[in-house]
T-cell receptor
Framework: DAKTTQPNSMESNEEEPVHLPCNHS???????IHWYRQLPSQGPEYVIH???SNVNNRMASLAIAEDRKSSTLILHRATLRDAAVYYC??????????????FGTGTKLQVIP | DTAVSQTPKYLVTQMGNDKSIKCEQN?????MYWYKQDSKKFLKIMFS???????INETVPNRFSPKSPDKAHLNLHINSLELGDSAVYFC?????????????FGNGTRLTVT
């Protein structure tokens, strides 16, 4: 199974942009790159996903390297509510063709007021 | 309007007991999942059902038995509870299998086995 590597923790000042990196050098051509975040005492929350092209939504932007071996989640202006664990995930297919979402250890983002 | 709801939110029980956790989604999704998050915060998939059919079973002890009466519900029954079963259990749902569709999670059930 292809795996992802993320820094254990990062810090950001409030209202500044945050770039959360993720390496996935063994990604296969059909793996989607997903980002989720988990706030304290809550379930994981979907943030964004992409396959090859960069993606934007109301929460964040996802920049995917041309070779797809790395990606970066961009929060344009960090707020205190963005403090969470951010997971970069590759959705894998099992033998039946069904996607399986496997979580790694994630990056704990601390936002400093 | 809760999209994925789990009950109960907290469950405290003794070793050897049998307990169930219920999950319901109102998103019209065709696939549901159970995840376990242990004390080290590591999230691990346990089961997945598509249209009431088991499609993922991640080497979970057979004391754990998921049951899906319909597409909107996936319950988890645990027999002979052990101390190591203490964790937070998350239910999730998604649709459009294999096309990278996102998962929607519930807020979890914290199970404590004493």
């Amino acid at each position: 199974d292809a795996k992802t590597t993320q820094p254990n923790s990062m810090e950001s000042n409030e209202e500044e942009p945050v770039h959360l990196p993720c390496n996935h050098s063994t990604i296969s051509g059909t793996d989607y790159i997903h980002w989720y975040r988990q706030l304290p005492s809550q379930g994981p929350e979907y943030v964004i996903h992409g396959l090859t092209s960069n993606v934007n939504n109301r929460m964040a932007s996802l920049a995917i390297a041309e070779d797809r071996k790395s990606s970066t989640l961009i929060l344009h202006r960090a707020t205190l509510r963005d403090a969470a664990v951010y997971y970069c995930i590759l959705t894998l297919r099992n033998s039946g063709g069904y996607q399986k979402v496997t979580f790694g250890t994630g990056t704990k983002l601390q936002v400093i007021p | 309007d809760t999209a994925v709801s789990q009950t109960p939110k907290y469950l405290v029980t003794q070793m050897g007991n049998d307990k169930s956790i219920k999950c319901e989604q109102n998103l019209g999704h065709d696939t549901m999942y159970w995840y376990k998050q242990d004390s080290k915060k590591f999230l691990k998939i346990m089961f997945s059902y598509n249209n009431k059919e088991l499609i993922i079973n991640e080497t979970v002890p057979n004391r754990f038995s998921p049951k899906s009466p319909d597409k909107a519900h996936l319950n988890l029954h645990i027999n002979s509870l052990e101390l190591g079963d203490s964790a937070v259990y998350f239910c999730a749902s998604s649709t459009i299998l294999g096309k990278g569709s996102p998962l929607h999670f519930g807020n979890g059930t914290r199970l404590t086995v004493t």
